[in-house]
């Protein structure tokens, strides 16, 4: 949506098949575990995953979609884009279930007006300690996205015991697009005054949960302050280390990322009430808003998700920065923290906080724009992306991916990733079949391989693939010159690469290639200290 959130149209169903065939005929499409069959794949955009309790893998996206998968690799879809919106899989009469939501924004008004939805980027969680009112406690919290501009949106959320719904509206938690004047933005002739009972900050300042009332910096003159406030979307619930303190990361460009304390047996918002500036992490804290994590100034930054892994100590926080489109240059970066508060910072030690400006300089970028020699179809526009580490410690990384084939269409795709020997989370050169990392031969090793350097540009160029060949003697001969060793970790095979200047740490991968059906390739995935990642996978 021009610079801001994501206002797609849904794709077309039959243009979609046709796609999808022309995808799959066009070589890409590898089996799983050996068989020369395709993986059944969905299309599901921002795809935030959760295991359920019944041992299941779900997805949850924009639009009402979603898909369920008992081995992450075969999807079978809950539904497509505003499937049944009378009979909603998720929400049943969606305009009736979520009108509170819709007041504000998110149906028939501004860029969803003429009786549209724009119902975005949900996130599921099970809650053990949300109190049902009637002697029991738990239950599974969809957190979803209601948008009619780029800046009017609001955050709202719903409980089921059932993990496939249907979900049963419980309140609003976070407001923005608002004003002083009451002006209307965009395509819209709604009342945007601040203190509108469309939303509840009178209350909360009545009720004096915001102490000093409305802030000023919420406001440029009159009118909305989208530098300093955040786009209300793109919300993700997590627990803190200690599995006691519920959080909930959101935004979408405008003032950035923001992170607030949830009430765990309720699911409304902890706001903090006054300003301040949080003691660990230095970041400036608002009282409606919450804590400040990255970006503002309206620099690209969407999607966030924080994921905390307790074998590395840290919270891994992931955003997408550019545009949606297959040419906006979408991109996902990661910086990590050992507080849920931050400071959040990259491979470089550059802080998240500090990204409202040159943004492409801040954050490790996992995966840009590339093709595969030998190959009909490139891949573009990875990200909006969703992080999860399985019982068995198994990490995984879930995105929604578009191609060079002149649409929109995408897929969702999920890739393994392994801690390298700094702590920071690799990901897989192709998307995962269940194989399981090892340890190799050295024969298995040395070689020439297809090399990709992702970069840290946000831009719809195609990168170009080089070759590189691993020496028996630790050189790097090739189209690029350096220096390797393998190093034996206790469950997979460590590699160091320094390469013009660069040191990269990560992992050697044996995994099914998407290139040749049932084919197995050695492949090696890095990020570097200069927040860059390299691929490269064995000719």
Known sequence: MGSGKKQIKAVKYGAAVLVMVLFISGGIALAAGGANEPPKRVSVHDPSIIKAKNGEYYIFGSH?????????????????????????????????????????????DGDCAGGKYAVWAPD?????????????????????????????????????????????????????????????????QRNTRWDTDAIHLKKLIDSGRLKNGISQKWFMGEEWNHNYCPNAIDPTLFFDAQGQR???????????????????????????????????????????????????????GEGPYIVYDKEAGYYYLYETYGALTANGGYNMR???????????LDAAGNRAADSYRNNDQYGVKL?????????????????HNSAFIDEDGQHYLVYHQRFDQGTEYHEV???????????????????????????????????????????????????????????????????????????KGDRYDYITINMEGTEYHGVFFKQHNEKTAAEQVMTFTAVGDNNTCIWGSRE
């Open 413 to 487: 795709r999920v890739h393994q990733q392994f801690l390298n020997q700094k702590g920071w989370p690799v990901t897989a050169v192709y998307e995962n079949r269940n194989e399981k990392a090892g340890h190799y031969p050295d024969s298995d090793i040395t070689g020439t391989y297809e090399f990709m350097n992702h970069g840290l540009d946000t831009s719809p160029g195609m990168i170009s693939p080089e070759s590189i060949t691993l020496l028996a003697n630790g050189k790097i001969g090739g189209d690029r010159e350096g220096t390797w060793k393998k190093i």
């Open 64 to 108: 009402l979609a979603g898909a369920k998968s008992k081995d992450l690799v075969d999807w079978k879809s809950l539904g497509k884009d505003y499937d049944n919106v009378t009979d909603n899989w998720l929400f049943g009469n969606v305009k009736e279930n979520l009108a509170e939501s819709f007041r504000w924004a998110g149906y028939d």
């Open 246 to 300: 519920l959080y909930m990361v959101y935004g979408s460009w405008s003032g950035g990322i923001y992170l607030l304390e949830m009430d765990r047996e309720t699911g409304d918002a902890k706001y903090p009430g006054t300003d301040s500036v949080d003691k660990i992490s230095g970041n400036y804290v608002d009282r409606y808003f919450g804590i400040h994590l990255a970006g503002g100034n309206h620099q690209s």
């Open 334 to 344: 990661m910086f990590r923290s050992k507080e849920v508060t931050g400071p959040y």
């Open 124 to 188: 599921v969680i099970w809650n053990p300690y949300y109190n049902n009112g009637n002697g029991t406690k738990g239950a599974y919290m969809i957190y979803y996205s209601a948008s009619s501009t780029w800046r009017r949106s609001c955050i709202g959320y719903a409980i089921s015991q059932d993990i496939e719904g249907p979900y049963t509206y419980v309140g609003t938690v976070v407001y923005s697009g608002f004003t002083k004047n009451g002006k209307p933005d965009g395509n819209s």
């Open 367 to 383: 995966i840009g724009n590339y093709k595969l020699a030998g190959t009909n179809t490139g891949y573009k526009a990875a990200g």
